[in-house]
């Protein structure tokens, strides 16, 4: 059965010694950066900080681990590839709830709306101030009406007023395009809790026409409750912790950042449009939710990785069903390398792998593949491929002038996002198709050889 909220998750997080109670005082501004950083490089728990300094409590690292994703969505290392490209092949539509939502057992309006009495972090010593990075944004195609749900970050300017950081390649970014072209305010909201699938969901890279809760209740295996906003014209999950109802100002903008990205280097400030918070509703006792961002590996990396390597698996098999599987490693910071491995049916295939993985939505800059017998996920193996099937000048190519990541160190920061490029690589690191190449020398059967001194 799929988690209702996200108090049943933090049960079975609880249960199994992924989290971690904090009762004493951890100060928002870096502290729980700190300790989130520790714990994620021990691939330590998820923590709930308490005391924090608000009457909310702060839950953080739900998603920091390869170990939490997997109880997240109900499987095993075995299972979890097959049950989410299942997921994703099977829908299921959204239910509307009409009797009142745990969601909105508090609304404040007016005068009682302050965001910064909910625990909103200062991660990263250089960050411009608090950043909302765990909540799910919804928004909706204000012609088609087809809804979107994404991560985005928002920076806390007073206590209704928020910028926004959104990519305009983005659906929330075209959204607001969209908006401003037919003279209408973008509306938002930004939901905290819920089941934790919901964060797993808005990651699966999908066509503009797809309608985001069909995705997320095709994954759970069961319809999302939802619940229509008070202030503005959405609907958001039902058992929610907290939601945050917003309007994009059409004129004028903030000097938004810097903020620790998931690259591992500071995005500098710039100018962002921003948002008049409209309404705040929540449980009678929330837990609000945080993220860390930054350097390689985070939860902002661990909770891209499976449905980024589904996406592109699944929209890449089309045209190749003789590729086997894809690794998309935290490392690249789930967007920038990918390694597929693909037997290939023709001379080139691979090449041609390469070439449609490069016109992915995630956008790498780094493509390559590999034979089958090549583990995608264990990185010796992928570089002792490139060292000895590579024929540099024959089988590494640079494609220019592509559209570049989000968030590029070394892409000019100041050039507007639309206008951004950089190049990509490709290395087909495959053996060359139909012409002898030398045997490998491996021990055979070694896995199965006993060897009880070993062993214990």
């Not at 994404?150 to 607001?176: L, T, W």
């Not at 390694?339 to 023709?346: D, K, N, T, V, Y």
Request: proline fraction near 8%; charge should be negative.
């Amino acid at each position: 059965m799929p988690f209702r909220d996200q108090r049943e998750f933090l049960d079975v997080l609880r249960a199994h010694g992924e989290l971690i109670d904090i009762d004493r005082y951890v100060d928002l501004y870096c502290d729980v950066g700190r300790a989130l950083r520790k714990s994620n490089a021990r691939g330590g728990p998820a923590l709930l900080f308490r005391n924090n300094g608000t009457e909310v409590p702060l839950v953080a690292g739900i998603y920091s681990t390869r170990a939490k994703a997997l109880l997240a969505f109900e499987a095993t290392e075995d299972t979890i590839f097959d049950k989410v490209l299942h997921g994703l092949d099977n829908p299921i539509a959204p239910v509307i709830q009409t009797t009142p939502a745990p969601c909105q057992e508090v609304v404040l309006l007016g005068a009682d709306i302050d965001i910064r009495k909910f625990p909103v972090p200062t991660y990263s010593p250089d960050d411009g101030g608090p950043f909302i990075t765990a909540g799910v944004n919804v928004s909706k195609d204000p012609e088609t009406g087809i809804p979107d749900i994404g991560h985005y970050r928002y920076q806390i300017f007073d206590k209704n007023k928020i910028g926004i950081n959104s990519q305009p390649f983005h659906r929330f970014g075209k959204h607001m395009t969209k908006c401003r072209q037919l003279g209408r305010k973008p509306q938002g909201a930004i939901f905290f809790g819920g089941d934790p699938l919901f964060g797993y969901a808005c990651q699966v890279q999908v066509s503009d026409d797809t309608n985001d809760w069909h995705v997320a209740g095709g994954l759970r295996g069961s319809p999302v409750e939802l619940v229509r906003c008070k202030t503005i014209d959405l609907d958001v999950p039902a058992w929610a912790e907290v939601v945050v109802e917003f309007e994009v100002e059409l004129d004028g903008v903030v000097q938004e950042g810097p903020l620790g990205e998931y690259t591992g280097y500071y995005t500098p400030t710039a100018d962002k449009p921003f948002a008049i918070i409209t309404a705040i509703t929540h449980r009678r006792d929330p837990i609000f939710h945080g993220l860390l961002t930054g350097k390689p590996v985070t939860d902002n990396h661990i909770l891209k990785q499976i449905p980024f390597e589904a996406s592109v698996y699944r929209a890449l098999k089309v045209q190749f069903p003789s590729l086997r599987k894809v690794s998309i490693p935290p490392s690249g910071g789930v967007s920038f390398y990918t390694i597929l491995a693909i037997e290939q049916r023709f001379a080139g295939e691979a090449r041609q792998a390469i070439l449609a993985a490069m016109s992915s939505n995630t956008r790498p800059k780094w493509v390559i593949a590999v034979d089958p017998d090549i583990d995608v996920y264990d990185k010796t193996d992928v570089e002792w491929a490139m060292s000895f099937r590579v024929k540099p000048a024959r089988d590494v190519f640079i494609i220019d002038n592509v559209p570049a990541g989000p968030s590029d160190p070394t892409v000019v920061a100041q050039k507007n996002r639309a206008l951004r490029q950089n190049s990509t690589i490709g290395i087909d690191a495959t053996r060359p198709f139909g012409e002898p190449f030398s045997k490998v020398a491996d021990v055979p059967n070694w896995q199965s050889f006993e060897l009880p001194e070993l062993d214990a």
